[in-house]
């Protein structure tokens, strides 16, 4: 279960020394094809980091083989020369990879470059281009968790999915574990498919998918410099999906490495969902929901097992979305706490020793949804953040 699930895919991790604890820190997938459509979502963050602007160009082209990523560096706000790194990686993944394998013929223009670590500092290319040739020596099918391990920073464990299609399969691995907020959330996601796609309906699908997923977790408020999702097609199965079906599958993929992020999140002991229902629109439904999800003083009370639903309501009336105050219901964990903005059940009877909450806000201003998820805020969360950059 990995990116290397679907046919046509390589991948590989291996350490470079870039992390000081010698652990894996650079990952690489690679698209045999036949096709090499792609697609990608970015930060939308102004700050970008230089890989971030290097595969940007890369994904308007159409065409990638190959994707090179480290952990141990983010090559963010390092200027010109930073970038210059990230093209020189490029250039020397696609020599590596033409010269192991010369019917793959690649350029630097069809390789992206994905980087996470300490913001300001230049990667040790000294140690990072050795690492790309390692890396291409030891491709393989069954690459995908040891690509996914390489990709780690604070994370306490790898991310991998796979969602089936009809004869067709969608694969993928991220990271993240802090800095989660949207546009997207702090990670690097790359997701392979061997259906037949081109990049118009990969990028549809993306798109799609990342809105209902990645756009919807937030676990604390905060937006990195080197957010990238990818989407990589083989067309190795030589089925066509409808885009309606591309998506779903995408979607799922996509939830699932969403959900192992969140519940990886730094220092986080629940896993919360904040379901939002009876808006106007989805949009107010998600500003509703977002802004619970960051509200520090309602992610404390979780984390103290205080179902404190004044807290939740307090947080609803910063937002600008269409309700009337004296008709909002709140429920923790199936127990409706608030009933038309006053109190209602007892709210010893909230159950939150577990590790899932569910917070679920009616706003009664119409029949639009959405759903937010996020974690609690805990003492862990201080000690474990500060060794975190992107």
């Not at 602007?53 to 994707?67: D, E, F, M």
Request: proline residues 4%; hydrophobic residues 45%; contains cysteine.
């Amino acid at each position: 279960m990995s990116v290397t699930t679907p046919r046509g895919f390589r991948a590989a991790g291996v350490a470079a020394g870039l992390k000081a604890s010698g652990a894996a820190d650079v990952a690489l997938v690679v698209n045999d094809g036949p096709d090499a459509g792609v697609a990608g979502v970015f930060t939308a963050n102004r700050v970008k980091a230089a890989p971030v602007l290097w595969t940007q160009q890369v994904v308007h082209g159409g065409v990638v083989r190959a994707v090179v990523l480290n952990s141990g560096g983010a090559n963010a706000c390092t200027g010109p020369g930073g970038f210059q790194d990230s093209h020189a990686t490029a250039e020397h993944t696609a020599a590596a990879l033409t010269g192991a394998s010369p019917r793959l013929l690649l350029g630097a223009g069809e390789v992206a470059v994905c980087s996470t670590g300490l913001i300001g500092e230049r990667l040790p290319m000294g140690k990072l281009l050795p690492g790309v040739r390692d890396a291409v020596r030891a491709l393989g099918r069954d690459g995908g968790p040891a690509a996914a391990q390489a990709i780690m920073t604070t994370d306490t464990r790898p991310k991998n999915a796979v969602a089936q299609g009809s004869g067709w399969t969608v694969g993928g691995m991220a990271k993240g574990a802090g800095m989660l907020a949207p546009a997207l959330a702090t990670m690097l996601c790359v997701l392979t498919t061997d259906a037949v796609a081109g990049p118009e309906t990969l990028d549809a699908a993306l798109r799609a998918a990342c809105r209902v997923t990645f756009d919807r977790i937030d676990s604390d408020g905060c937006m990195s410099t080197n957010d990238t999702v990818l989407l990589l097609a083989s067309g190795a199965s030589g089925i066509a999906p409808t885009e309606a079906e591309l998506t779903a599958a995408v979607t799922a993929a996509c939830h699932d490495l969403a959900q192992q992020l969140i519940a990886d999140a730094e220092g986080a002991t629940k896993q919360i969902a904040i379901e939002v229902v009876g808006a106007a629109r989805e949009d107010d439904a998600v500003e509703v929901a977002r802004s619970v999800a960051r509200n520090n003083l309602v992610k404390t009370a979780l984390f103290g097992n205080d179902p404190n639903w004044g807290r939740i309501l307090a947080a609803v009336g910063t937002t600008a979305a269409a309700f009337e105050p004296d008709a909002v219901d709140v429920a923790v964990n199936g127990v409706w706490v608030c009933r038309g903005g006053a109190a209602a059940e007892d709210r010893s009877k909230v159950d939150l020793t577990g590790r899932d909450v569910t917070i679920r806000i009616d706003l009664h201003a119409g029949d639009a949804e959405a759903t937010v998820w996020t974690n609690d805020l805990s003492h862990a969360y201080v000690h474990e953040n500060s060794a975190y950059s992107t």
